[in-house]
C-alpha cells in the first residue's frame, strides 16, 4: 500500500504560479511512476502531468505542456507540479497518484493508477 498526501494548492492569479507537492508514504520502496490528474467541477477527470521512476521521462497534456513541469525526489519520497503562468482554466481539484505499471502507454489513463491521494484545491482568479 502507498499513501498519498498532496499540498500547496491555494488561490492564485492568473499569470502567477504554485508549487504542488505529493508526500508518499508505505509502499515506497517500489518503482512506482507518478501522475497528476485534475477534476473541475462538473467535468471529467483529466490526465495533467507523469514522470517515471527515474525521472528521465515525462510527459504533459497539451494544455499544460511549458507551463507546468513535474519533478520527483526519490530520497524524499516527494513528487512536485510545479506550475506557471496559470490560468482560470487550471482552476480544479488536483490529484496525486502512483501506480507501479507505469509505460509509456499507459502514463495518461487513470485506471491505471492504483493509488490516489485526497486532492488539493487550485483556484486562478481572472
Known amino acids: 500500500q502507498v499513501q498519498l498526501v498532496e499540498s500547496g494548492g491555494g488561490l492564485a492569479q492568473a499569470g502567477g504560479s504554485l508549487r504542488l507537492s505529493c508526500a508518499a508514504s508505505g509502499r515506497t520502496s517500489s518503482n512506482y511512476g507518478m501522475g497528476w490528474f485534475r477534476q473541475a467541477p462538473g467535468k471529467e477527470r483529466e490526465f495533467v502531468a507523469a514522470?517515471?521512476?527515474?525521472?528521465?521521462?515525462?510527459y504533459y497534456a497539451d494544455s499544460v505542456k511549458g507551463r507546468f513541469t513535474i519533478s520527483r525526489d526519490n530520497a524524499k519520497n516527494m513528487v512536485y507540479l510545479q506550475m506557471n503562468s496559470l490560468k482560470p482554466e487550471d482552476t480544479a481539484v488536483y490529484y496525486c497518484?502512483?501506480?507501479?505499471?507505469?509505460?509509456?502507454?499507459?502514463?495518461?489513463?487513470?485506471?491505471?493508477?492504483?493509488?490516489w491521494g485526497q486532492g488539493t484545491q487550485v483556484t486562478v482568479s481572472s
Open positions: 514522470i517515471s521512476w527515474s525521472g528521465r521521462s515525462t
Open positions: 497518484a502512483a501506480t507501479p505499471k507505469y509505460s509509456g502507454s499507459n502514463y495518461y489513463i487513470a485506471r491505471a493508477y492504483d493509488y
